[in-house]
T-cell receptor
């Protein structure tokens, strides 16, 4: 019963490097999300998708890109890593809005040095 | 601009007693409110929710109360157990966005 799977769990990047955080879900959810959580703060929405081929910006999209070519996968791309992007990243999925809660992966801890 | 606030960073409760976690919000357009629990090195896990048209929702030991006029909700855990020790996030949904509070660390002492 995998749910939402994120890889990698940990990563250290140098300033200016690029990487992709992977997220896949096996619940056939149409809605997927990327959040970041900074120390002592709540989760902030980076990007979300309401279905394959459809993505939209959240609260803090600058410095990130996403794509949604399949229902299962929703990768998050950092093009030019900056120290301000040091954070824990969570991917989530849900069947919709309202009373359908989001299911989260276990997160990717990313450090930019 | 924090639309969802959890003003207590931490709470310590004795096992068997009631835990009350509080949350305030500013946007009257929120239509669903949810509580998530998070253990270290894991993602948040959904706990309980309430629609804006209700004032109470109960699920076992967990009850959420909503006071729309005060823009306030609370989560009651009775009785509290050591396994309830975690970070609790309040979240509010409006339109297509879920806005999270900063979380409250609950410690249940045995």
């Amino acid at each position: 019963n995998a749910g939402v799977t994120q890889t990698p769990k940990f990563r250290i990047l140098k300033i200016g490097q690029s990487m992709t955080l992977q997220c896949t879900q096996d619940m056939n959810h149409n809605y997927m999300y990327w959040y970041r959580q900074d120390p002592g703060m709540g989760l902030k929405l980076i990007y979300y998708s309401v279905g394959a081929g459809i993505t939209d910006k959240g609260e803090v999209p600058n410095g990130y890109n996403v794509s949604r070519s399949t229902t299962e996968d929703f990768p998050l791309r950092l093009e030019l890593a900056a120290p301000s992007q040091t954070s824990v990243y969570f991917c989530a999925s849900s069947g919709g809005w309202g009373d359908q809660p989001q299911h989260f992966g276990d997160g990717t801890r990313l450090s930019i040095l | 601009d924090q639309q969802v606030k959890q003003n207590s960073p931490s709470l310590s409760v004795q096992e068997g007693r009631i835990s009350i976690l509080n949350c305030d919000y500013t946007n009257s357009m929120f239509d669903y409110f949810l509580w998530y629990k998070k253990y270290p090195a894991e993602g948040p896990t959904f706990l309980i929710s309430i629609s804006s048209i209700k004032d109470k929702n109960e699920d076992g030991r967990f009850t959420v109360f909503l006071n729309k006029s005060a823009k306030h909700l609370s989560l009651h855990i009775v009785p509290s157990q050591p396994g309830d020790s975690a970070v609790y996030f309040c979240a509010a949904q409006g339109g297509n966005k879920l806005v999270f509070g900063a979380g409250t660390i609950l410690r249940v002492k045995s």
